[in-house]
């Protein structure tokens, strides 16, 4: 089966760089995606990536090493805004099945 | 008007009634999804299908089933609700692959008492 290991909680400055890590272990990879979820809210997609590198998307950048079954994702210039749940999320398998992981809460802090 | 709709947003049931989460979707997307959420243990996968004809069961789907009734329709039935299933339920559409970006709903609060 798919198992993904993520911290629990993150608290970071306001205007200061965050890195929340996610180890992965699966069969037949197909790629990294990280979502955002605000309490209350639904999550919302921030990345893919299915090759080994950096993907940038303005403020939010993300990671991935497959020989290392590792991915991160990396928010800079922290806003308040960004206080929320970050998952990421594996895709494997003939079928693409997703499996999330339990989530960090990040927490901007003034 | 959003893409991904569910229908009830909130809803309070009692043990051994049968109720029904309803999903509909415009974006276009052959492949939809059913999560649950609880505190502390992420996203989990009920059901998921590729297109009309096909449905697949997820990590969690015991005491769950589905019906694809058309590409925009998914439904999600407890055939006998019990207080373990008390929990936030999500559906999400995905174009080609899922495991590049689903798109969710805005999520089912159920509560059984």
């Known amino acids: 089966g798919q198992s993904l290991e993520q911290p629990s909680e993150v608290t970071a400055v306001e205007g200061a760089i965050v890195q929340i890590n996610c180890t992965y272990q699966?069969?037949?990879?197909?790629?990294l995606s990280w979502y955002q979820q605000h309490d209350g809210g639904a999550p919302t997609f921030l990345s893919y990536?299915?090759?080994?590198g950096l993907e940038e998307t303005g403020r939010f950048s993300s990671f991935l090493s497959r020989s290392d079954s590792y991915g991160y994702l990396l928010l800079q210039e922290l806003q308040m805004k960004d206080s929320a749940s970050y998952f990421c999320?594996?895709?494997?398998?003939?079928?693409?099945?997703?499996?999330f992981g339990t989530g960090t809460k990040l927490q901007v802090i003034p | 008007d959003a893409d991904v709709t569910q229908t009830p947003r909130n809803r309070i049931t009692k043990t051994g009634k049968r109720i029904m989460l309803e999903c509909s979707q415009t974006?276009?997307?052959?492949?939809m999804y059913w999560y649950r959420q609880d505190p502390g243990l992420g996203l989990r996968l009920i059901y998921y299908s590729f297109d009309v004809k096909d449905i697949n069961k997820g990590e969690i789907s015991d005491g769950y089933s589905v019906s694809r009734q058309a590409q925009a329709k998914f439904s999600l039935s407890l055939e006998s609700a019990i207080p373990n299933q008390t929990a936030l339920y999500f559906c999400?559409?995905?174009?080609?692959?899922?495991?590049?970006?689903?798109?969710f709903g805005p999520g089912t609060r159920l509560t059984v008492l």
């Open positions: 999400a559409t995905s174009g080609t692959s899922g495991a590049t970006e689903q798109f």
């Open positions: 990536n299915a090759l080994d």
């Open positions: 699966t069969s037949g990879f197909y790629g």
């Open positions: 999320a594996v895709g494997s398998g003939g079928y693409q099945k997703v499996t």
């Open positions: 974006k276009g997307h052959d492949r």
